[in-house]
């Protein structure tokens, strides 16, 4: 699995794909940040990081599909999938391997923003005046989210050898996963009755939840649960040339 | 007093020596059917094979086994169920009935072992294009988990000649030294059985005899299976040679009775007025065997490169027969073979 993880993390950098991943997110965030109006910190008033982790599930709705979208599409179109799957190493090592390296490229990405929380804390009044629990609780709920996109986008890339198809079915589950069952809660149906229960399958509620600070188990199983199931569903995909 | 030598059921021959009476194992003939060549160990044994899909049988019925020290050519043409073979003892898709097994490991229950001890060469050679060679075969051993996996590299790459080419993407080389480079990945872990499909196709003449070299000298060591549609591949690489059609076996031969098989033979017909004696026309120089076909019309087989026409002339002017048809055929290599594909 290691030497999968290996590969994948260097073919992200020797091509463009990692750098303009990593450019793309980092300049965005910035302008978000600090330079666009309405949304910017500076013209918030408040020390806190609130646009950034606002932010940063839709950037990575688009963003992650981006990146997981060539890990196994691209290994079917061109045939290496027929070497890969016959060397002896299981689908689990596989998928993980592929999993933690487009992972691990993401969590490159959000470092850089640790520069952002520094310059928060500076600029408050008086310095360190902001909520580092909350923050930290935040982006470990970021990096959760991060990891579910990742699982959905590498189950994406497993159904098809188009990364185009690869892309946009991985956007729309992405979508649906973190934002539609808030809106489902609010049909009349669930209205009321089973809205919360609805809106606990959402991505969302839990990311919310995670992001005052307190890391609630409840939370943790979600995600490792939809991570799991995820990468579960791309190993049956997978040896779907064996039914 | 007998003394038994051997304990393997081989074709013995009895000496004679004195008072005692020695059974001592002969040197296997060519003759024999393949399972009683037990000395060599079997590392592929494939048994009552099936694949279907929907209707089609892929793969009917097909039986065989595969030598150490064994190259064994699977003759077909496309779409005879080559590739489907060699994809499920690979591993890669799973058979709708009968066993593969590799060096004692069945491909379906124990996949990991059997893996472990297969070079894969597919169809296409596909490779990471954006990778450079050192890196994939680094790669490579990394999931083969091969030991002393530089210096193993280093090996491969000077064994199949990519010495020069070692610091390229794989994308920049031209297709014979990726051919060269698919052949590294499928050695590089050292494996007992090589199954390589198609390996020369759309290489040049000249990268062909390289290729073709390589496996020959890799087949001493190792289990090498090989697919192919070329009958002059097959004679110039392989030992044995198995022939697919349409999913079923159809001929598994050595090379040389194949050869005896599918050499050209030349076919003259002639016809004449008056009776012919057999015996006399079987005497004409280089006629290896003569057929009637009928009243008064006979059919001579003689090697391809002899024209016995003119001593069939002769022989029909001492013997005062009246020639009323002489005409000369001859099957080429490709005609026998699609005569056997029909």
Redesign the interface.
Known sequence: M???F??EI??FF??LIGYIVIGVFLVLMGLIMWVFPEFSVLDNNYANLDTLFGIAPMVFMFLIPAVTMRTFAEETQ??????L??????DWQIVGGKFLACLALVAFALVPTVLYYFTVYQLGAPPGNLDSGGILGSYIGLLFLAAAFVAIGVFASSLTNNQIVAFVLATFLCFFVYLAFDFLSRLPIFFGKTDDIVQAIGIEYHYNSMSRGVIDTRDVIYFVSVIALFLAATVLSLGR??W | MVFRLSSFPEKTEVFWGGRFLVLLPVQKSHFLPSHFLTSKKVSVKVSHLLKIYDTQRAVDDVTFEARKGEVLGFLGPNGAGKTTTM?II?????QSGGKAEVCGFDVAEQ???A??R?G?L?E?N??????YVR?YLA?TA???KVKNAAKRVDEMVERTGLVSHRHKQIGELSKGYRQRVGLA?AMLHDPEVLILDEPTSGLDPNQIVEIRQLIKDLGTEKTVILSTHILAEVEAVCDRAIIINKGKLVADAPIQELKQQFTGQALVTVEFAENADKNLLAKIKNVQSVKNLGKNQWQLTAPADKDIRAEVFAFAVANKLTLLELRKETYSVEEVFQQLTK
């Open positions: 290691f030497s999968i290996k590969k260097n073919t020797s091509s061109s045939g290496t999938i027929e070497l799957v016959t060397r002896p190493i299981t040339r064996r | 994809k690979t591993g890669y898709l799973p996949p990991m072992e893996r472990a297969v894969y597919p296409h596909p490779l990471y294009r954006d990778m890196e790669f990394g999931v083969h990945q």
